[in-house]
Every structure is written in C-alpha cells, then in structure tokens.
C-alpha cells in the first residue's frame, strides 16, 4: 500500500472513529436525561412538596412530632395496611379530643407508586366512610418513606378550602412501622362562615401498636368504642382523615 493510500486509510477510520463516539455521546447523554429523577433538595424534599406546603406550616407539623423521611429513593410501599389503634398524638390548636383519644380504624390504600417522578396515589376507608384515590408526593430512602397529598374541599355553600395529608414511615415485611398521619389546614379561604381551624392548624395521629399490618380490601375497618362515627363539633372544624378527588366524603 502507498504511503497515500495508507494516509488516507487512516483519515477514513479517523473519521469513523469520531463518528461513533459523537453517536455514543448523544446516546449516552439521551438516555442520562430520560433516566433522571426528581431532584431533591438539602432537606430530601421536591419542589412540588414545596409548593404545597408553605415552609412555615411543614414546620409546625414536624413540631408536633411528625417525622419526615427525605431522598429520592422511597422503599416501594404499594399495598393496602390497617392502622390499628389510630391514636391522637398532639394537636396544634385547642383540640376537643385529648392525646390518647382512639379515632376509628384507617385502612390506607397506596398504589401506582412512581419513584422517578416521585409520585404516587393514596386511598382511604374509615368504617363507613370511603374515598377515590388521589394523587400525591412521594420521598424516602433506605426503608424510610412520607408521602403528601393535596386535597381540594368544597363545604355545601360553595366555600374552597385546601388542607394536606402526610403519612410517615418504615416499611417492613409485615406492613408500615410507626405509622404517624397528619391532616394540616393550608388555606382556609377566609372562612367565610367562622367554622374551620386556622391555617398551620394540625392533627397528628399515630398508629399505637407500631405496626400498620398489611391487609385486603375485603377487611372492614373496625369502629373504635370511643369515636363517635357522626362527628363531632370538632369534626365539623376538622375534617377526617377520609376523603375523595373533590375533597372529603360525609357520612354514607
């Protein structure tokens, strides 16, 4: 082979070479995007979960002693769990009910668990009271998990309203270890009508026996001998736990 034919050679695979790795980089830096995560920030939380809740108001929750487990790496936490006893464990706000108050039996329904987008759906059923699922946020890591969900409300006269449910825990084999729940008042509307709590106002309640045990559709959650299923003034001030895609069920 001539000495041009050989220079030429080479210019040809010099060509083919940067070709390819240029191939490969797009490849490569395509297939980075399209596998990113929600990012977090230095408290493991998404600008979504920000968004929701004000800074002020998360903060006042974690005062009652609601714990928050950040990351982007969430244990999966699909199933159904029964939170048996469901005890009030503190409340911001001159509260009818006194810590250690038994509230009724809560199966939690958590499915469609995305923990690229870091989302995921939640349902409710208390005794009779039942709910659509609804889409909210998800974080953790390790086995660790607090999921937050916005719900929109609408009473009987029109009024809007906006309170959050946050759910903490650690998952095992069994079901969800210390299971802790929050409903928190983030905007009341103005409370046209003087019957909701102030906003940053909480309840904070917590699965007595520790363990949230795994459970079917088919198993009912029990009535606690001490709640009274009808509500009470402070139920009205306070919605339950229960709720749907337009805001909280009544009674069936």
Known sequence: MRPTQIRDFEMTNFKLVTILAFAMSVFVLTGCKNDDKVEVDEQGLTKDIR???PDNILQGIIDLGMPI????????ITGTFLCSP???????????NKPGFQFNDVKIIYSEQNNKKLTIKVQQIENNLDGDGIGGFIVGKNKNFTVFVGLDNEDNHG???????????????????????SLVMIDDGGDP??????NGNA????DSDGLSERTT????PAKSPSQNIKGTS??????GICFDSNGLKTEK
């Open 234 to 239: 402070f139920e009205t001030r306070l919605p």
């Open 217 to 220: 559709l088919a198993d009912a």
């Open 203 to 206: 309840r904070l309640v917590y």
């Open 51 to 53: 968004a929701l809740i």
């Open 159 to 181: 009024h809007k309203n906006k309170t959050a449910m946050l759910y903490s825990g650690i998952m095992s084999d069994e079901g969800i270890k210390d299971l802790y729940m």
């Open 69 to 76: 487990y950040g990351g982007n790496t969430p244990p999966d």
């Open 193 to 198: 009508d003087n019957n909701l709590i102030e």
């Open 86 to 96: 469901s005890i009030l464990v503190s409340s911001n706000f001159n509260d009818g």
